[in-house]
């Protein structure tokens, strides 16, 4: 890449940001160079500067941009094994007891299939266990930046094809036809609050989760970002409450002091009482 490229990349990056309203600040330059390359090839553009010439042309792309630079691959109950983990050990000792109220959060929600799986499987939970009521007393926040995926989150409509992995015990009671289509059911969609919120720049929605997924998200960030937000889900976490990350995502920096490492395969950590 010569100083010339490097140059119309920050002006572009630069560009994006105002524009686009997406900080590339935080996140990884080769991811960010990727993604961008993908609408290029996309828009039949090879520099940076023809790229940024079509997107004042045409301020529609960037929407499409945006999209890209945030875009996540999710599907119903991605990577078993971790769900297995949740659904056979994890969720039924927070659920336990005498808690009220059970709050997790699905940070980098994309359009809701994490969200949903967790919620399905906390609506089985409490039913198996003869206290189904107990679910109107269950709050799942999702949240991504990309707002179509929000969109789509809040349907809550999938195809088929995106529910494959999940144990076909579950489908009849938690999903209804929507045409070809299939929908989460209305007692375990409305368990789930889809907000928009940009991890690289904001806060948490609110604080002591019992549960927080966020996994396949902070690889996309730097160092710094990553660092801040490990110290974030610490922060937001009640007392041993859980994180679970991406199976190729590690804890590091200070919030290693607060949250200890209970599954190292399915990287799942407690925070200490």
């Known amino acids: 890449m010569s100083a010339t490229d490097d140059a119309a990349f920050a002006e572009l990056s630069r560009r994006i940001a105002r524009n686009a309203g997406v900080s590339l600040e935080a996140y990884k330059d080769k991811c960010v160079r990727r993604r961008i390359a993908v609408r290029m090839r996309a828009c039949g553009v090879h520099t940076y500067a023809d790229y940024q010439a079509l997107l004042e042309r045409t301020p529609r792309e960037y929407e499409r941009l945006r999209d890209a630079l945030t875009i996540n691959v999710t599907r119903f109950f991605r990577n078993a094994e971790t769900w297995d983990v949740l659904r056979r050990d994890l969720l039924p000792t927070l659920l336990e007891g005498g808690r009220r109220d059970f709050r997790a959060w699905s940070a980098g929600c994309s359009s809701g299939e994490e969200s949903y799986t967790l919620a399905v499987l906390l609506a089985e939970c409490l039913d198996r266990a003869g206290r189904s009521d107990a679910l109107e007393r269950v709050r799942v926040d ?132």
Do not use: M, W
């Open 142 to 273: 999702a949240t991504d930046i990309d707002r179509v995926c929000l969109e789509r989150a809040r349907a809550a409509v999938y195809r088929r094809e995106s529910l494959s992995e999940l144990p076909p015990e579950l489908l009849a009671p938690y999903f209804e036809p929507a045409g070809g289509d299939l929908r989460v059911i209305e007692r375990v969609r409305c368990r789930v609050t889809v907000s928009e919120l940009d991890l690289s720049r904001q806060r948490s929605v609110r604080q002591g989760y019992h549960l927080i997924l966020c996994r396949n998200v902070v690889i996309y960030f730097d160092r710094t970002t990553q660092e801040r937000l490990f110290q974030l889900f610490a922060q937001a976490l009640a007392p041993e409450g859980y994180l679970v990350l991406g199976k190729v995502e590690t804890l590091f920096g200070p919030a290693r002091e607060r949250l200890q490492l209970v599954d190292p395969r399915e990287r799942i950590y407690r925070r200490l009482a």
